[in-house]
């Protein structure tokens, strides 16, 4: 017995050794992620909420004030920042259209059509240029004098427009980016409908519904999860839009103005080295971000569909 226990405790030691091996390689792995998290996201964002608290410039040492420039976004000194913020969700409207686009058109390229393949490239090829290259494209024709917009209207003896002037320069963006994005949704798109089982349409068809209701009562409630995701990082991405309005307009007009752009020019842009301001206004603007997210989260149990 006294054998059998001192073997039992070898085997026991020699397992614990075994976890304490696994333990640490696991650690190991994922140490480039931890440490480029730490770096890069958990020490920004709490050197962030310490800036936010303090009267900084960068060159002079920070001052501490409170949650002064927290009470001066809420007050009326603010309001440049939440008509930012009413600006960004206009341009949400694109990110619909998108979407709405994006599902008609994977619903067509997922049928026998012709030279699907083609049309998935064009769509596709927008999403992986570079966006400061095809802002700058896209600023070009949209020039009042040499734009290729208005040089197509002359050819139909329509006027020129200004699109980037305060009446149009919304709908201008909206229908670039529009455009420009929905070729990725697109993808998810068919890769979700072709998930579908075809039992679901084959059924459909025995109880004599149409293209139109199979439409609405099968691909849409099926691609549900993808449609969330879509408009969860579409949000999200409308509220932190920086590149586009930056090179196009630079924030002007004014309903161009996102809160990203303006958190740039306060810290240290047009408006001068307001670190702790912009900060303040970053970390806003991530709760609002944080908050709608989470209000998207509940709301989906009412509309997504899952499998299981």
């Not at 879509?230 to 932190?240: A, F, H, M, N, S």
């Amino acid at each position: 017995m006294a054998v059998l226990s001192l073997k039992e405790g070898k085997a026991k030691k020699g397992m614990s050794r075994r976890k304490v091996t696994d333990a640490l390689w696991g650690y190991l792995c994922v140490s480039p992620l931890a440490i480029g998290l730490l770096l890069f996201l958990a020490a920004p964002l709490f050197f962030s909420i310490y800036v936010s608290l303090t009267k900084y410039d960068l060159f002079n040492a920070p001052i501490f004030v409170g949650l002064k420039w927290y009470a001066q976004i809420f007050s009326a000194d603010g309001k440049e920042f939440w008509n930012s913020i009413k600006n960004a969700f206009v341009m949400v409207i694109g990110t619909l259209l998108s979407m709405i686009l994006a599902l008609l058109t994977a619903n067509v390229l997922c049928t026998n059509v012709k030279g699907k393949n083609v049309f998935k490239a064009i769509f596709f090829v927008p999403t992986i240029c570079s966006s400061v290259a095809t802002t700058i494209m896209w600023t070009r024709m949209y020039d009042y004098y040499f734009g290729t917009v208005n040089q197509i209207l002359n050819v139909f003896g329509l006027e020129k427009v200004y699109w980037l002037d305060e009446g149009h320069v919304v709908g201008s963006i909206i229908f670039m980016t529009v455009l420009f994005g929905f070729g990725t949704a697109m993808l998810l798109y068919i890769s979700s409908i072709k998930s579908i089982p075809k039992s679901y349409y084959e059924a459909a068809d025995l109880d004599g519904a149409n293209a139109v209701q199979k439409f609405f009562y099968i691909t849409v409630p099926s691609v549900s999860p993808i449609t969330f995701y879509i408009l969860v990082t579409g949000l999200i991405g409308c509220l932190q839009g920086f590149t586009v309005f930056q090179v196009m307009t630079n924030g002007s007009p004014a309903n161009t103005m996102m809160p990203v752009l303006l958190i740039y020019k306060y810290s240290g842009n047009d408006y001068g080295s307001e670190y702790g301001l912009a900060s303040a206004m970053a970390i806003v603007l991530g709760l609002i971000i944080a908050i709608l997210t989470g209000i998207n989260f509940l709301l989906s149990r009412k509309w997504v569909y899952y499998e299981s």
